[in-house]
Every structure is written in structure tokens, then in C-alpha cells.
């Protein structure tokens, strides 16, 4: 049943959900290729900006670097496609060892239903970024942590394989700034046995307590020593402290706030909650510490901050998953109407059943089936739309910046953070953006000028002018952009329902606007709307009609994911007086 686990999560990302263009929601995996591609060319990891002309050459911890160089190569020698194969396949090679963890102890059909639980929790953070290289690693610590059914060592009474631990957070740490998750893991361990202390025991028992309890701080210390092995040394733990300390960040970001309990992925993280609770009680009541001390740390992360629900659904699948198997044993013998005793009977028979499937031979031929076939629909001439990897043009202003680039323009121009990312992936190195979702290098104090201008909040126009900004890339239901419609310091020469451009008037006319001057409107400007034949999916493919003087009002396609409650780093912008109220997104 492990390959039913690790083909589940490609069933739900290619068929329920939206397959590539859900991992490629996010701009910042292209900065993030085009970082690891700068890597391989020059050799080196930068420490200074090379993306933005707001910031550029300012000191940068490129800390993801070598999730950016891995995934920077496949992109050079293989394409997108490689990148969103190598990003499902991290995900399935998590959940297929996470439904290995639950089934020691528990059955193997219930294991696999809380497995799914998970995914459908962490569902919602399902981007191709770094941090999914953190939920592996998080159940591999869980899995080498956890004791049920392992050898240990008759001396300590601890896993044997603890020494792996040290190496491999020195791969996490380059991989991801979560690599602290693993310390913490340990820690929760070492807290276990010495809360055993606390109870009344024999001292031999305490004695072995504190043998184990030591062995996991000492593992705890040697990984915490192994994490300032990356090219900025302890200067990144003061980094990534400095950032998650900054209240600006907390208190603006989206995935530092509460989780949005109206949002579809919630209800899974209700059911782990609800679970993962009942089991800690459970097993507090019998001494055992370890989920109790995890469930209070990550239960309080999660409810704290929607970035942490992905670590507490993955954390919690297992002891649930025991917690409900030992229910089914044991219900057939409680006192209940003999139509419940009966077929929770016949459930629990149900189960074993699948045991014993689970206990033949692994050859984990349908894994290798399944990613095969991912890897053929993926390169295949004509893939689906969920398997089409490129940059969503319904989230993305593919033709927009198709138009910029026929007019020669390919940096300087003012846009959201999502879609900074999108354009140092298109038009890097001939192009600088304005911001992009790197917020810990933009820093609280420009990123707060940056939304109170998407807020149309006093100053914008001067902002702008700041920079020297002439031209404005935005979605429709931007408050900036029904600002930008009423001034007449901008047109409006650009709009295809998804993105809009607008230009100074003080500024040389793109030949776009050239293009579409109609010689009879007096002068009037002209706009270019392009409307998507419903045919055809390409946004290149499309019917060009001209209007003089018309300003269309378009839905932003892609709203709905922006406000998702497990999305991405979004800053929310204030709102602007007599504007709909939107939202500045800085993304981390």
C-alpha cells in the first residue's frame, strides 16, 4: 500500500487539483531557477542583489541555494517540466514515508486514510518553492525519531540511526530555512524522557530517561552545529531570526496569520486537530510524552500562523492514525446497539484484511508506473492543461509582457511582488524588477512604502516618481489601478482581462500605443484589449480588438488564489480611501 500512498498525492495535484499551474502558482519559483542558474554560471552564491534597479547590489541571503542550483540545472537541461516532475515527486516521496511512519502503528487502511487526511491539509502550500524539501525532511527526522516498531540501542534505548541526523540537516539547511523544525523535533524528544523525571519511578527507570534524554540533546546540538555549515555561517541564524522577529512581517504577511478556517483545506486540518488532540490525551494519560510535548508546540503554531499547518498535519497523521486503529479493536467489546457492534466488527475485520495485502512483497512497480506516465504527459506534444508546465496565463501577465518585450521594454517597470518573480524568470538578465517576493531582502521599510502605494495612500504618485517609474504593470482589481484609470497623469494602453498596462504621459509613447493610434479619435488615447477566443488556451492566440478611449473593467482570474488561507506570503495593502480594498502582496 506505500505505492497507493506516493501515487495518492499525484492523483489529487494532476486530477483534483490543477496539476502544474497549482505548483507553478507562485512567481517566486522563477527568481528562485534563475538564482540557481546564476549559481552554476559563475560558480558562486551571490550575497549582493542581482534581480531588482530599486535595491540592487544591497547586501542578499540567497539561503535556499541549493534547492535554487538542483532545480536551476534540471531547468537549463530539461525545462519546467523537469522541474514540476522533480517538485511531485517530493511531494509523493513524503506522504509515501509518512504513510510508512503511521503503519507501524497502526493498520495499514486506516494509515493510509490519515495519510491522505495530510495531504489534503498541506494541500494548499503545494508550490514548487524550497519548503517542500522541509516536509520531507520533517517526516524523515519523524521517521528516524520515532520508535515504534525501530531497533534500538540496548545501551541507550534510543533509534540507532541518530547519527544520520547531523549530515542530513546540513543538506536541509541549504535546502530551506526551516531546517530548525528538525532541531525542534529533537528537542521535543529529549523533553519526553526528561519529563519522565517529574513522576514518581524507580531509579533505574530515571536513570535510563536521562541516558536517552541526553543522546537526543547531544544529536540536537551536533545538527545545530551541522546547520552553520551554509555560505553565510552564523549570520544566517541571525538572518532568519531578525525576519521572523519583525512584528511588520508577522502582523502584514498572509502566511504568518491565522489560518482562514472558510477555506477548503481547513476542514482536514480540523480533523487532525480534533484527533491529534484526543491522542495526546491518550497518551499522556499512559506516560508517554513525546506527542503530548509536539501537539501543544505545533497545534499552537498552527492555529498561530497558517505557514506552520503543513508541519502539524504531517506530525499528526501518525499518532491519529494509532489512535483510530486502536478504536476499531477495541469498539466490537463496548456496550453498544448490536447493528454498531456489527459493523464496526466487520470494519475492524475490513482492516486487517488490507494488513495483510500491506505485508506482501514491495516492489513499488506502480510508483515507478506512475512517474513514468507523469514524465510522459508532461513532455508529451500536446499535454493536458494540468500538465502543461508553464506559468498560468490566466494568473500571470503572459501577454503583457509579451507586449513589453515587441516594445522593447523589459525592466523598470512597477508591479506586484507575485508577478516580480514571474518577470525576472522571463526577462532576466535583460531586465531589473521592481520587487519581488525575496521580503527579508526588501526589508519592512520598503516593503511598507510599497503598500501604502498599491493602497493608493498619500504620496503614491511621488513614489513612483521616485524611481523614475514610467511604466505600471497590474491585475485589474488592483486599488492602484483604478487609480492610475482616473489620473491624468497615465493611460491606460494596455488591458487583456488579466493584466493591465499603464504609461506615463511624460514618457515616449511604447509602440504599442503607436500601433493602436486611430487617427480619427483626436489625439483621444488608445487602448488595447485583447479578449481570449475560448478555443483556444493560449492568451498568444487571441483576437485583437481596438478601441479609442475605452477603459474595460475586468475580474482578476486569479483573486480567488491569492486569498486562499494557506497561500503564499501575501502582504495585505491598506485600503485606499473610496477604493475597493485589495491587497499588496510581498511574498517570502
Not at 53 to 61: A, K, L, V, Y
Not at 424 to 439: A, K, L, T
Amino acid at each position: 500500500m506505500t505505492d497507493a500512498a506516493f501515487v495518492m498525492p499525484l492523483v489529487f495535484l494532476f486530477c483534483g487539483m490543477k496539476g502544474a499551474k497549482t505548483l507553478l502558482g507562485d512567481g517566486d519559483t522563477g527568481w528562485h531557477l534563475r538564482t540557481g542558474e546564476w549559481i552554476l554560471a559563475h560558480g558562486r552564491v551571490p550575497d549582493r542583489d542581482i534581480f531588482s534597479f530599486t535595491r540592487s547590489g544591497q547586501p542578499w541571503f540567497a539561503w535556499e541555494w541549493l534547492w535554487d542550483v538542483l532545480f536551476g540545472w534540471l531547468h537549463l537541461h530539461a525545462g519546467m517540466a523537469a522541474v514540476v516532475l522533480a517538485s511531485s515527486m517530493v511531494l509523493a516521496l513524503t506522504f509515501a514515508l509518512l504513510f510508512r511512519v503511521a503503519r507501524r502503528s497502526s493498520d495499514a487502511l486506516v494509515a493510509l486514510a490519515l495519510t491522505l487526511v495530510a495531504a489534503a491539509g498541506s494541500a494548499g502550500h503545494w508550490l514548487a518553492r524550497p519548503h517542500l524539501f522541509t516536509m520531507l525532511f520533517t517526516v524523515i527526522f519523524y521517521s528516524i525519531l520515532d520508535r515504534s516498531g525501530e531497533r534500538t540501542s540496548r545501551e541507550s534505548g534510543v533509534p540507532r540511526r541518530l547519527w544520520l541526523l547531523p549530515p542530513l540537516m546540513v543538506l536541509w539547511t541549504n535546502l530551506h530555512g526551516g531546517f530548525f523544525v528538525g532541531i525542534l523535533l529533537l528537542v521535543a524528544y529529549a523533553a519526553g524522557q526528561f519529563a519522565v523525571l517529574l513522576r514518581e519511578t524507580g531509579i533505574d527507570e530515571r536513570r535510563r530517561a536521562l541516558r536517552r534524554g541526553r543522546r537526543y540533546l547531544f544529536t540536537a546540538a551536533a545538527c545545530g552545529v551541522a546547520t552553520l555549515v551554509n555560505p553565510y555561517g552564523y549570520r544566517l541564524h541571525a538572518h532568519i531570526f531578525a525576519y521572523l522577529a519583525d512584528g511588520f512581517y508577522r502582523g502584514n504577511i498572509m502566511e504568518f496569520q491565522s489560518l482562514n478556517f472558510q477555506s477548503p483545506q481547513a476542514r482536514y486540518f480540523e480533523i487532525l486537530l480534533v484527533a491529534g488532540a484526543a491522542a495526546a490525551f491518550v497518551r499522556l494519560r499512559r506516560g508517554r510524552l513525546v506527542w503530548p510535548l509536539l501537539f501543544a508546540v505545533w497545534a499552537h503554531g498552527a492555529l498561530y500562523s497558517a505557514r506552520n499547518v503543513e508541519i502539524f498535519v504531517l506530525l499528526a497523521a501518525a499518532p491519529a492514525a494509532e489512535l483510530v486503529s486502536e478504536g476499531l479493536r477495541k469498539a466490537p467489546a463496548l456496550r453498544l446497539a448490536g447493528w454498531l457492534r456489527m459493523g464496526l466488527a466487520g470494519l475492524a475485520d475490513f482492516t486487517r484484511e488490507w494488513n495483510a495485502v500491506d505485508g506482501g512483497p514491495r516492489w513499488h512497480a506502480a510508483s515507478a508506473a506512475a512517474l513514468v506516465a507523469l514524465a510522459a504527459l508532461l513532455y508529451a506534444p500536446q499535454p493536458p492543461s494540468a500538465c502543461r508546465a508553464a506559468y498560468d496565463p490566466e494568473a500571470f501577465p503572459v501577454a503583457a509582457a509579451g507586449q513589453l518585450e515587441r516594445a522593447g521594454l523589459y525592466g523598470g517597470v512597477f508591479t506586484e511582488d507575485l508577478w516580480g518573480g514571474y518577470l525576472i524568470y522571463r526577462e532576466y538578465p535583460r531586465g531589473r524588477v521592481f520587487i519581488d517576493g525575496r521580503s527579508d531582502f526588501y526589508g519592512a521599510e520598503f516593503s511598507g512604502k510599497y503598500m501604502k502605494a498599491m493602497g493608493v495612500q498619500a504620496g503614491w504618485e511621488q513614489y513612483l516618481s521616485r524611481y523614475g517609474v514610467e511604466t505600471v504593470l497590474l491585475p485589474p482589481d488592483a486599488p492602484l489601478a483604478g487609480a492610475l484609470k482616473q489620473s491624468s497623469a497615465w493611460h491606460l494602453v494596455y488591458d487583456d482581462g488579466v493584466a493591465l498596462i499603464f504609461r506615463s504621459v511624460r514618457a515616449a509613447p511604447l509602440p504599442l500605443q503607436q500601433a493602436s493610434a486611430d487617427s480619427s479619435s483626436g489625439g483621444a488615447q488608445s487602448v488595447i484589449v485583447y479578449r481570449k477566443d475560448k478555443q483556444d488556451d493560449d492568451v498568444l492566440g487571441t483576437i485583437l480588438e481596438r478601441r479609442s478611449g475605452a477603459r474595460p473593467d475586468r475580474i482578476h482570474p486569479h483573486a480567488g488564489l491569492r486569498g486562499a488561507g494557506f497561500g503564499g506570503s501575501v502582504l495585505r495593502a491598506p485600503e485606499a480611501a473610496s477604493m475597493p480594498s485589495g491587497r499588496a502582496p510581498i511574498r517570502n
